[in-house]
T-cell receptor
Framework: AQSVTQLDSQVPVFEEAPVELRCNYS??????LFWYVQYPNQGLQLLLKYLSGSTLVKGINGFEAEFNKSQTSFHLRKPSVHISDTAEYFCAVSIIQGAQKLVFGQGTRLTINP | DADVTQTPRNRITKTGKRIMLECSQT?????MYWYRQDPGLGLRLIYY???????NKGEISDGYSVSRQAQAKFSLSLESAIPNQTALYFCATSEGLKGETQYFGPGTRLLVL
């Protein structure tokens, strides 16, 4: 079975500072990797995903993530955050061969302080 | 108009009551999913359906049932609600492709007293 661990439940940062949200996964088979964002009082929307190819993936709103197979990680980064980035961020995996079900991490609440 | 809608958006019910949460989509997707979100636990899959005739249990299906009335509609029922079913419930849809994106509704916040 697959599992996802988001190492920080809450991350407070100041506006315009860089941020990294950490995600590690466990799987005995190859996986696809995703980051979803949940803005206050909304559903989740896709931020970015890694399917294959370049290990550096760029997403919406200036976010990027790097797939590291040897460390089984998929950390999310942004060089300069804005107040509007305040949200909860979820890392998720699905196995390449199979029913395409998503397994989510626990979530990281990103709070941007002015 | 939103592509994935959920009704109601908020619901308060009492222990032992039967309730239904509804999900509709206009994206034309075959696949639909129900998740619950609890603080510190992320989202967990309750049921999923790959077409009208296909229903599958997810990670935490006990105490829940579903009905896929049409391609566009997928309902979640709590047969006899209990307080630990208090949670935020999300419906999602997808096309059925490898590495596909799931599209989420706005959620239903359920409180069981």
């Amino acid at each position: 079975a697959q599992s996802v661990t988001q190492l920080d439940s809450q991350v407070p940062v100041f506006e315009e500072a860089p941020v990294e949200l950490r995600c590690n996964y466990s799987s005995s088979v190859s996986v696809y990797l995703f980051w979803y964002v949940q803005y206050p009082n909304q559903g989740l929307q896709l931020l970015l995903k890694y399917l294959s190819g370049s290990t550096l993936v760029k997403g919406i709103n200036g976010f990027e993530a790097e797939f590291n197979k040897s460390q089984t990680s998929f950390h999310l980064r942004k060089p300069s955050v804005h107040i509007s980035d305040t949200a909860e961020y979820f890392c998720a995996v699905s196995i390449i061969q199979g029913a395409q079900k998503l397994v989510f991490g626990q979530g990281t609440r990103l709070t941007i302080n002015p | 108009d939103a592509d994935v809608t959920q009704t109601p958006r908020n619901r308060i019910t009492k222990t032992g009551k039967r309730i239904m949460l509804e999900c509709s989509q206009t994206k034309g997707h075959d696949r639909m999913y129900w998740y619950r979100q609890d603080p510190g636990l992320g989202l967990r899959l309750i049921y999923y359906s790959f077409d009208v005739k296909d229903i599958n249990k997810g990670e935490i299906s006990d105490g829940y049932s579903v009905s896929r009335q049409a391609q566009a509609k997928f309902s979640l029922s709590l047969e006899s609600a209990i307080p630990n079913q208090t949670a935020l419930y999300f419906c999602a849809t997808s096309e059925g492709l490898k590495g596909e994106t799931q599209y989420f509704g706005p959620g239903t916040r359920l409180l069981v007293l």
